[in-house]
């Protein structure tokens, strides 16, 4: 358990109880891909990783930070704004979001986690939202403001760290709950909880992810430019993703510009035919099938797939049990999911996992995940 970790490795480090415990997941979108900072909608889970963050105050100016899965200790000024491009910037970052850029409080923090770093599920989402978390309490608050600690991590992720993503890993992280899938309209920051019953497969195909940084920059400017193309016709249209297929054909634009466009609006409009099949407690098949969907426009449309992915879900397909599949979080390497019967998805695992060495000469990792809960205290 991350929650006992951290509590020990707080009391190793520092001599004293801490004040706080907070936790919070790492999460798999099951639809809804580079849609958030279109302004669409998106349908995380919570997974059952998580990471618990031990917190307390401590006297003078230098904040601490501890890691178990590093050494040394990260040390910052609480509530200052420069990065250090150490591993704390992620506390650091919050704690100067959450204190709204006033001079914060000094702490001390450990840090336990299962969330792998570098697969896509989120570990940096969910070690600022369980940062937020803890250092709400540690103010004095009994009950979580769980939007103000997703508000306050995407914050820390994009103005500290300086990572240019949407909204959907620090909500999903703050917000998702057990048994239920968070359905969210990014441009209204709206969220409703969905049931989810399905067992999801999360497959690491361990590919570096040197490419991704640049490569979502790129999306993001040409979402820019198509939402630019389509408003000189209709001015009404805010959001890329709430544009219609119609106006993405007629509004002139580049081949490329158009086919980033369409997997946008096409993508929003799955995330709403997934939420209806969920909420009429339709069968996985279904599911299974816009998954695939998905996958055809992000791989053929948003070209963001690697042969990696593309193979898992080619064999996804023909895997008896398995229903369907999808890369998910950014893509250009990461995790891909699968949706079916839990003895199919086990099977499906273990016999990709051994043809995936033989095919690419690294070792995947998986998991498999029901939708669990978003941060809480401890
Ligand atoms: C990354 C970002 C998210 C989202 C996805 C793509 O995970 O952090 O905000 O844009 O990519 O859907």
Same mark, same amino acid.
């Given at each position: 358990?991350?929650?006992?970790?951290?509590?020990?490795?707080?009391?190793?480090?520092?001599?004293?109880?801490?004040?706080?415990?907070?936790?919070?997941?790492?999460?798999?979108?099951?639809?809804?891909?580079?849609?958030?900072?279109?302004?669409?909608?998106?349908?995380?889970?919570?997974?059952?990783?998580?990471?618990?963050?031990?917190?307390?105050?401590?006297?003078?100016?230098?904040?601490?930070?501890?890691?178990?899965?590093?050494?040394?200790?990260?040390?910052?000024?609480?509530?200052?704004?420069?990065?250090?491009?150490?591993?704390?910037?992620?506390?650091?970052?919050?704690?100067?979001?959450?204190?709204?850029?006033?001079?914060?409080?000094?702490?001390?923090?450990?840090?336990?986690?299962?969330?792998?770093?570098?697969?896509?599920?989120?570990?940096?989402?969910?070690?600022?939202?369980?940062?937020?978390?803890?250092?709400?309490?540690?103010?004095?608050?009994?009950?979580?403001?769980?939007?103000?600690?997703?508000?306050?991590?995407?914050?820390?992720?994009?103005?500290?760290?300086?990572?240019?993503?949407?909204?959907?890993?620090? #909500?999903?992280?703050?917000?998702?709950?057990?048994?239920?899938?968070?359905?969210?309209?990014?441009?209204?920051?709206?969220?409703?909880?969905?049931? #989810?019953?399905?067992?999801?497969?999360?497959?690491?195909?361990?590919?570096?992810?040197?490419?991704?940084?640049?490569?979502?920059?790129?999306?993001?400017?040409?979402?820019?430019?198509?939402?630019?193309?389509?408003?000189?016709?209709?001015?009404?249209?805010?959001?890329?993703?709430?544009?219609?297929?119609?106006?993405?054909?007629?509004?002139?634009?580049?081949?490329?510009?158009?086919?980033?466009?369409?997997?946008?609006?096409?993508?929003?409009?799955?995330?709403?035919?997934?939420?209806?099949?969920?909420?009429?407690?339709?069968?996985?098949?279904?599911?299974?099938?816009?998954?695939?969907?998905?996958?055809?426009?992000?791989?053929?449309?948003?070209?963001?797939?690697?042969?990696?992915?593309?193979?898992?879900?080619?064999?996804?397909?023909?895997?008896?049990?398995?229903?369907?599949?999808?890369?998910?979080?950014?893509?250009?390497?990461?995790?891909?999911?699968?949706?079916?019967?839990?003895?199919?998805?086990?099977?499906?695992?273990?016999?990709?996992?051994?043809?995936?060495?033989?095919? #690419?000469?690294?070792?995947?990792?998986?998991?498999?995940?029901?939708?669990?809960?978003?941060?809480?205290?401890?």
């Amino acid at each position: 358990m991350t929650v006992d970790r951290a509590h020990d490795l707080f009391r190793r480090t520092y001599g004293i109880e801490p004040t706080v415990i907070a936790s919070a997941p790492g999460r798999v979108n099951v639809i809804g891909e580079h849609t958030d900072y279109n302004g669409g909608d998106v349908l995380p889970i919570a997974l059952q990783l998580r990471t618990t963050v031990a917190l307390g105050p401590c006297a003078g100016r230098e904040s601490r930070a501890v890691s178990e899965q590093t050494s040394g200790v990260g040390c910052f000024q609480a509530g200052a704004s420069d990065r250090s491009g150490g591993w704390w910037d992620y506390l650091a970052g919050t704690v100067w979001a959450v204190h709204d850029e006033r001079d914060a409080q000094c702490v001390q923090l450990a840090v336990a986690s299962d969330v792998p770093v570098g697969a896509g599920l989120s570990s940096s989402a969910a070690v600022e939202v369980a940062t937020a978390t803890a250092l709400q309490a540690l103010n004095g608050a009994t009950e979580p403001d769980l939007l103000q600690a997703a508000r306050a991590a995407h914050k820390a992720e994009t103005q500290f760290v300086g990572v240019p993503c949407g909204i959907m890993d620090q #909500f999903a992280s703050a917000l998702c709950r057990q048994d239920q899938a968070l359905w969210l309209a990014c441009d209204r920051e709206e969220a409703q909880l969905v049931p #989810f019953a399905p067992l999801v497969l999360v497959f690491d195909t361990v590919v570096p992810r040197e490419l991704r940084k640049s490569a979502y920059s790129t999306r993001r400017a040409e979402c820019e430019e198509a939402l630019a193309a389509i408003r000189r016709s209709a001015p009404h249209v805010t959001a890329l993703a709430r544009a219609s297929a119609e106006a993405v054909e007629l509004a002139e634009m580049s081949p490329t510009v158009r086919r980033r466009a369409r997997h946008v609006v096409s993508e929003t409009l799955r995330v709403g035919r997934l939420v209806q099949l969920l909420q009429e407690r339709n069968a996985s098949t279904a599911i299974g099938a816009l998954l695939l969907a998905s996958h055809a426009s992000l791989r053929d449309d948003y070209e963001c797939s690697t042969p990696e992915l593309d193979w898992f879900v080619e064999q996804a397909q023909v895997a008896p049990g398995v229903h369907g599949a999808r890369l998910t979080g950014a893509g250009w390497g990461g995790c891909a999911i699968a949706v079916g019967s839990a003895d199919g998805l086990r099977a499906f695992a273990e016999r990709a996992s051994a043809e995936f060495v033989a095919r #690419f000469g690294r070792t995947p990792r998986w998991w498999m995940s029901s939708a669990a809960d978003g941060a809480r205290l401890h």
